[in-house]
């Protein structure tokens, strides 16, 4: 502390007498910060990395359950031919208790990785997805991939609403317009760099036969639309015609015809419907003469929200930003697509979470600085010196703001608490300086020699205080291993602020306070090292 002590009295000396400079360098560094602030992405919250992946397949919605297997077992032979892949579990369709609303289109696949170590020193997660992704899509065209972790796909999940890390929520009525403008947003989104596993979950594709019986063609032959339901109802899907007795226990004897008089839409149309005649015995006529019949595509899934439609086009992002990736994404769909009167377009997900935790942060931060303000009010019984211990704050967090910049990490919600944990130290650093200013200025001294020898005994209490902080996160922030993703943007943080905020609170902080408090008319300034 002594070499430092001989290094930095000559130093305050000097800022001290060329408090101009010194504002003027403290204002240009600010700017500087300001703009790489820019250049920082936003996202919720880092990836924690799991030490797997669980990769969901989406087939063609309208396939079956047997005709899907193949496809199953071609997925799993491509991921065990990695020999960073340690097996493969998969899930074809749904599971046998239901829990799960899922297709016989929807194949589930869980491989867990050897350890990071024990892979080729060129080879990451982010490069072996991509590997895999573009194998899994050239052997299998007509299937969508989405790449998440196990623990992350159920949170991302509960988050969107629909089995992907972020959704675009299509909301209206009518479900051919609501495929169309999804079929659009779609082709916009492929467009924008970083957004990957774009899929559209399509709510029609179930072949659904329609028998709309014609009452005025039924009323001639004496038949309402009751009597031609009841015969198309026992004819495809049974009707009881008896109770079987077995001991205590009862059973429906169900009839209806055999598959030959069903199986196809001629079959059904030739259906024979009796009818009573004047004569007395019945007669029977064709179905087609009494009902339009087609084959028509209806909805083989409807999305619901608030009791709306809705249809989901899902997409994560990779190598970029979140926040900057659905930015593009949101002003290319507004200039290219034009949603008709009652749709409208919502964003779920982990971009939704990040817009709620932004605007939580507007109103937690202001809050907790005007708390610390009237703590401190409570303490000088000066908003003028209340307001003086708040000048470290924009340094501590231009500190954080160049350690996320160096670490090459985005703003997110961790990344928030580290820069609120720096309100605190920051704030407690002008507290020590203030505090020792006044009693040197109580003594008889000017406000400089006074500010100057209050600076000189506070630098160790500051730089110890700022430093065990620094030091103690350190380790954190350089970390790398399995949950070490989340911690990081906070420690890094603290670190950044703690390494730049002493240097410019023992420097500048003292030449913004002789300013603000008062002008002297000397300046000149005595004691020694």
Not at 66 to 76: D, F, I, V, Y
Not at 453 to 460: D, G, I, L, N, P
Not at 467 to 479: E, H, N
């Amino acid at each position: 502390m002594r070499s430092i002590r001989r290094i930095y009295s000559p130093v305050l000396r000097w800022s001290l007498t060329y408090r101009k400079t010194l504002v003027a360098i403290g204002a240009a560094f600010l700017t500087v910060v300001a703009f790489v602030a820019m250049q920082l992405g936003s996202e919720f919250l880092p990836h924690l990395e799991e030490g797997n992946l669980w990769i969901r397949a989406s087939m063609p919605p309208t396939i079956g359950l047997e005709a899907g297997e193949p496809a199953a077992s071609k997925m799993r032979e491509i991921l065990l031919r990695h020999p960073e892949i340690i097996t493969v579990v998969s899930q074809h369709g749904r599971p046998d208790d239901g829990s799960d609303a899922s297709p016989f289109s929807n194949v589930d696949l869980f491989a867990p990785l050897k350890p990071f170590t024990e892979w080729p020193p060129y080879l990451t997660k982010e490069k072996l997805v991509e590997q895999l992704q573009q194998e899994l899509t050239n052997a299998l065209p007509g299937v969508t991939f989405n790449f998440s972790q196990y623990i992350q796909d159920n949170i991302e999940e509960a988050l969107s609403g629909v089995k992907g890390e972020n959704s675009v929520k299509i909301i209206g009525r009518d479900q051919i317009i609501l495929e169309q403008l999804a079929q659009q947003v779609l082709h916009e989104m492929e467009q924008v760099k970083g957004v990957e596993d774009l899929g559209v979950f399509w709510v029609r594709g179930q072949p659904n036969l329609n028998i709309k019986v014609d009452r005025n063609r039924a009323a001639r032959y004496g038949l309402n639309a009751g009597d031609v339901n009841a015969v198309v109802q026992a004819a495809l899907g049974g009707a009881p015609a008896t109770t079987l007795l077995e001991a205590d226990r009862r059973f429906d004897v169900v009839v209806r015809l055999p598959p030959e008089y069903r199986s196809t839409v001629e079959a059904v149309r030739n259906v024979k419907v009796g009818f009573a005649t004047a004569a007395g015995p019945n007669a029977y006529i064709p179905l087609s003469e009494l009902a339009d019949i087609s084959l028509d595509t209806g909805a083989s899934f409807i999305y619901r929200e608030a009791t709306q439609r809705y249809i989901p086009v899902k997409f994560s992002v990779r190598d970029r930003d979140l926040a900057s990736a659905v930015a593009e994404a949101q002003q290319r769909i507004a200039n290219n697509i034009k949603l008709p009167n009652g749709y409208r377009i919502e964003w779920a997900g982990e971009f939704e979470s990040l817009q709620q935790a932004k605007k939580r942060l507007a109103l937690i931060i202001p809050t907790t600085l005007i708390l610390i303000l009237m703590l401190l009010y409570g303490l000088f019984n000066s908003l003028r010196d209340s307001l003086v211990a708040l000048l470290g704050i924009p340094f501590a967090a231009a500190g954080g703001i160049l350690g996320l910049y160096a670490g090459g990490l985005n703003f997110s919600i961790s990344a928030a608490i580290g820069f609120v944990s720096l309100l605190g130290v920051s704030v407690m650093s002008g507290i020590l300086m203030i505090n020792s200013y006044n009693q040197f200025a109580a003594s008889g001294m000017s406000k400089m020699e006074a500010m100057y020898h209050a600076a000189e005994q506070q630098m160790r209490p500051i730089l110890m205080m700022a430093l065990s902080a620094c030091i103690g996160l350190l380790p954190a922030a350089l970390s790398t291993g399995i949950g070490s993703q989340v911690q990081r943007p906070l420690a890094t943080v603290v670190v950044g602020g703690m390494l730049v905020a002493p240097v410019m609170l023992l420097l500048l902080m003292p030449v913004l306070q002789t300013l603000l408090l008062g002008r002297e008319n000397g300046s000149r300034i005595h004691g020694g090292g």
